[in-house]
């Protein structure tokens, strides 16, 4: 059952969390399983070069479609807090200057993808024969980038809206697509990466389809002309808040660039080809953490417009105990199946020999990544943008990428894999810090703030 906008400030903390974390989670499940078969369908069907091919493209694609992403967040931010406020008039604004600003940007960062493109995949790592199979799945993919944007920036409005099982549609259709499409255009049809290129660009437009007809006719936000005009004030708000998710995918591919570049230098094509598989790994194992945090959001940045703060210190609390949990119980379930988890992906024996050892260490800290990233979100979903950014940057930006630039010269191929639990503790220590220090300062008042 669909939860309205209003809920979100009286219905029970842990009935809310579980309404929006479950669909969620689902949601995140089946765009994992979505980027999880399409690797091990390359992977087996064409090669472990194409898994190479796929792990350097995904982080040029998803920095450009994370301009939706970060729009979406950022305004959804403003629209909980708007609705939470009974300011409908602003959600509105701030939706229709969302469209406005993804359409425009994301087309803006295709063309110059298209122009530059040898450029582009050199940078992020396509070296050596990465190159050609690389080439082949980004032009396609390109084309459909815009389509994801708007869908990442879709997905958002819709969870702040209160209908987190529309969202959780809206990423279950492309998966099903994409895996249906990968299977015809690869496995029969024999197309190779440009196949596999052409079903991941057909499924972002199917998510797209969806997406439009639910604002049409199930949304609550419904727009006029004059709300797609841009106001500086509300654009500013946006992108200051959207910043913080797009400077957090821009570091991831910064962070890419240097992990390709390194693993490609320490162990060539096959390193980047396991640490592939270790990355959809890291986005399927997380589906259910991640799922709380997305469903945490709405929840806590419409507590906070409403200034309800108990819940919104209630609702950490239990978002952090829940994340942990399963973060705990998917850390076991790697330590222990990592050896058939990866034969799944290749028949490469050097990979299913060394991607294993490599998998458990990248893990090893998972229990208690929930304190980071719940922390994170709070500040996100609180429009405090200055702190958002900064505590969203610590794992990757402030300790993983100098971590990796180092360790790589001590220890090769294994310091970069001790890299990960070691930026995963410090940045934990870093956000629990400020968290706990927000929670005592403004979230113990009650709600009038006094």
């Known amino acids: 059952m669909a939860v309205s906008s209003t809920e979100l400030g009286t219905l029970p903390i842990k009935e809310l969390l579980i309404k929006q974390s479950v669909p969620a989670s689902i949601g995140i499940l089946f765009m994992s399983v979505n980027i999880l078969i399409d690797t091990i369908f390359v992977g087996q069907w064409i090669g472990s070069l194409a898994i190479a091919a796929v792990s350097v493209v995904l982080p040029i694609t998803f920095l450009i479609s994370s301009l939706g992403m970060a729009l979406g967040i950022g305004g959804s931010s403003i629209i909980s807090r708007a609705l939470g406020a009974e300011n409908r008039e602003k959600a509105l604004q701030t939706f229709g200057n969302q469209i406005v600003l993804t359409l425009g940007l994301a087309i803006l960062a295709v063309l110059i993808g298209l122009l ?21 799945f980004f032009i396609p993919v390109l084309y459909g980038v815009p389509f994801l944007a708007l869908c990442m920036m879709g997905n958002t409005v819709i969870r702040a809206e209160g209908k987190p099982k529309f969202a959780m549609i809206a990423m279950i259709i492309p998966a099903f697509g994409n895996i249906i499409l990968d299977v015809i255009f690869i496995k029969f049809l024999n197309l190779g990466m440009f196949g ?21 006719f199930k949304s609550e936000l419904r727009l006029q002309m004059h709300h797609y005009v841009l106001q500086i004030k509300i654009v500013s708000e946006i992108t200051s808040l959207g910043f913080v998710t797009f400077a957090r995918q821009g570091v ?54 409403a200034k309800n703060y108990l819940r ?29 988890i990866v034969a799944i992906f290749s028949k490469d024996a050097t990979i299913i020999k060394e991607t294993p050892s490599a998998l458990r260490l990248v893990f090893a800290a998972s229990p208690i ?10 500040f996100q979903a609180a429009g405090k943008a200055i702190p958002a950014l900064l505590l969203t940057l610590t794992k ?4 993983l990428i100098p971590l990796i630039l180092v360790l790589p010269n001590y220890y090769g191929i294994f310091g970069v894999w001790i890299a990960f639990p ?11 810090f400020f968290l706990k220090r927000e929670m005592n300062r403004k979230l113990t008042y009650v709600q009038d703030g006094i």
């Open 312 to 340: 919104v210190n209630e609702t950490i609390s239990k978002s952090i105990k829940w994340a942990a949990g399963l973060a705990t119980v998917i850390f076991i379930l790697i330590l222990v199946l990592a050896e058939p």
């Open 396 to 399: 990757q930006g402030f300790f």
């Open 196 to 216: 596999a290129a052409l079903a991941t660009s057909l499924s972002y437009f199917m998510c797209f389809v969806f997406i439009f007809w639910f604002f049409i």
């Open 116 to 136: 530059y493109s040898e450029e582009v995949l050199l940078l992020f790592g396509a070296n050596g024969e990465i190159m050609q199979p690389a080439m082949d």
């Open 369 to 378: 990544i929930a304190i980071q990233l719940i922390g994170a979100a709070y």
């Open 422 to 432: 070691i930026a995963d503790i410090l940045s934990t220590l870093v956000t629990g």
């Open 252 to 305: 991831v591919a910064i962070l890419s660039i240097i992990l390709n570049h390194t693993l490609y230098i320490h162990g060539g094509e096959i390193s980047v080809a396991i640490y592939g598989i270790i990355s959809r790994m890291l986005m399927f194992a997380l589906f259910p953490i991640l799922g709380v945090t997305q469903g945490f959001l709405p929840v806590a940045g419409y507590n906070y417009g």
